[in-house]
T-cell receptor, first 119, second 111 residues
Framework: EAGVTQSPTHLIKTRGQQATLRCSPI?????VYWYQQALGLGLQFLLW???????NRGNFPPRFSGRQFPNYSSELNVNALELEDSALYLC??????????????????FGPGTRLTVT | EDKVVQSPLSLVVHEGDTVTLNCSYE??????LLWYKQEKKAPTFLFML????IEKKSGRLSSILDKKELFSILNITATQTGDSAVYLC???????????FGKGITLSVRP
């Protein structure tokens, strides 16, 4: 079974530009989560999408946005890049169990990440 | 603001040792606490704890939650070099199930 895939592996942008990161979940998973792992700050929750809708959002400014497509893959967009946006961006996917679609599943499977460098 | 603090920040042990990793938290409307193991890039899920005093076990790893004292521990017995990784603790809290991660504990197991 193919795991979560992310592209690109590395991305180098300059300040003020926009970055687009992509994630394909495990087949059959409907939920996609995005995390930022910056040096010294640990893993921080960014966004949760399920069935095409944004279900939850972390404490990030609006220039961090995303979407989920009908095939459940997802994009993370970061506008007006700042130097401190340099980080590893991890995507994870999961099933949402049962009929409770209000709580995310924490048996999340993570992708290999995209390393974003802003210069 | 929700806070998750892990200790120690890093740990070096020898194969066969037993280690205890700590996670304390201050959150509003606690729902669950999770442990992940991160090797290279991608974290892998270890345990989810919601009830106090109930130990979760998986092989040499075990974890327990104390909701009164607001902490959890992750124990690894008979450590192996393959246990070398960053161990992340996360707490789910609030009506919107927000996840807050600690900064992680870097464990190095020497042969």
């Amino acid at each position: 079974e193919a795991g979560v895939t992310q592209s690109p592996t590395h991305l180098i942008k300059t300040r003020g530009q926009q970055a687009t990161l992509r994630c394909s979940p495990i087949s059959g998973h409907t939920s996609v989560y995005w995390y930022q792992q910056a040096l010294g700050l640990g893993l921080q929750f960014l966004l949760w999408y399920d069935e095409g809708e944004e279900r939850n959002r972390g404490n990030f400014p609006p220039r961090f946005s995303g979407r989920q497509f009908p095939n459940y893959s997802s994009e993370l967009n970061v506008n007006a890049l700042e130097l401190e946006d340099s980080a590893l961006y991890l995507c994870a996917s999961s099933l949402v169990l049962g009929s409770n679609r209000d709580s995310p599943s924490y048996e999340q499977y993570f992708g290999p990440g995209t390393r974003l460098t802003v210069t | 603001e929700d806070k998750v603090v892990q200790s120690p920040l890093s740990l070096v042990v020898h194969e066969g040792d037993t280690v205890t990793l700590n996670c304390s938290y201050e959150v509003t409307n606690f729902r669950s606490l999770l442990w992940y193991k991160q090797e290279k890039k991608a974290p892998t899920f270890l345990f989810m704890l919601t009830s106090s005093g109930i130990e979760k076990k998986s092989g040499r790893l075990s974890s327990i939650l104390d909701k009164k004292e607001l902490f959890s521990i992750l124990n690894i017995t008979a450590t192996q070099t393959g246990d070398s990784a960053v161990y992340l603790c996360a707490v789910e809290a609030g009506a919107n199930s927000k996840l807050t991660f600690g900064k992680g504990i870097t464990l190095s197991v020497r042969p």
